[in-house]
């Protein structure tokens, strides 16, 4: 867990901390001359560290590139876990609490959409959504672009959420605490954020360090599909969709724009398994106690 959460963290920071001025560097080291024939596709060597990934085919630093779509990557994957892990526990718990009908209605719902083909859902929520938000928010093509991303991919991923908050809610209800406090007339709001949630701190810990890095090869997956993020833009499934032909050129191929972006995105998605591999056996008193 702490080299999982180590290495997380130090992707995190160095995309974070660079971002600003590799957004916004135009000219000057992030990128080559654009007047020089050769600026582009120039491979990986040593001397000054923005040349360490080589070039993109546009004469831009591949490592620019790469700390730009870090971000990006990172941001929908936490945005579409967050609504996934609102979603799934506001509904699980409801599930589990209230049991009978409102919980066969809702289980049944998760049934059928668990059915449905996970990538079709997203691409049928992302297009029905991009046009309404535009209307709505009236901002950039890249924003609206962005925000739709990160809802449709949230909307569809909360589907085990609920399932394993009902779990947890189904022995929690039944417990002496949940029953005085029934007992004494306490609003079902109040028994939901002070006496349940508090007990289901672990599990949504768990699996939000799980949603992550599903929601972040979701969008890759996506963006190498041509129906993620949007030029200018880049994410790290962009940038490896962009370089593929050039790469897989048998004649000359140009490996360093289709290896830095897959290798840090497999860095991510593996530190944020083991984190989250981590978390569930600190929270876990049965795995715990076997180790012990």
Known sequence: MRFGGGVLLVILLVCLVTSPWTYWQSH????YDYQH?????????LGPFWQAMGTTKLGQ??????????????????????IS?????????IAGYRGGWVDSSLMR???????????LMVIILKIALERPLGKVLNASTQAINLIVLFLAIGL???LTMARVIRGQVLSLRSMPFVDAARAVGTPEWRI???????NLVGPITVYATLTIPSAILQESMLSFL?????????????????????????????WWLLVFPCMLLAITLLSLNFLGDGLREVFDPKRRSANV
Request: charged residues 5%; glycine residues 14%; hydrophobic residues 50%.
């Open 192 to 198: 939901f954020l002070y006496h349940l949630l508090p």
């Open 28 to 31: 000057g080291d992030l990128f």
């Open 85 to 93: 892990v609102l979603l799934g526990v506001c509904i699980g718990m």
């Open 109 to 119: 719902l998760v049934d059928v959409l668990y059915g449905l083909p996970y990538i």
């Open 226 to 254: 041509g129906i993620g993020i949007q030029p200018p833009l880049p994410t790290w499934g962009s940038l490896a969709n962009d370089s593929m032909a050039l790469a897989l050129n048998p004649i000359h191929s140009r």
């Open 156 to 158: 569809v991923s909360w």
């Open 37 to 45: 024939q050769n600026a582009g596709l120039q491979p990986p060597h």
């Open 61 to 82: 630093s591949l490592l620019g590139r790469c700390l730009i779509g870090g971000v990006i990557s990172l941001l929908v994957g936490v945005a579409a876990a967050g």
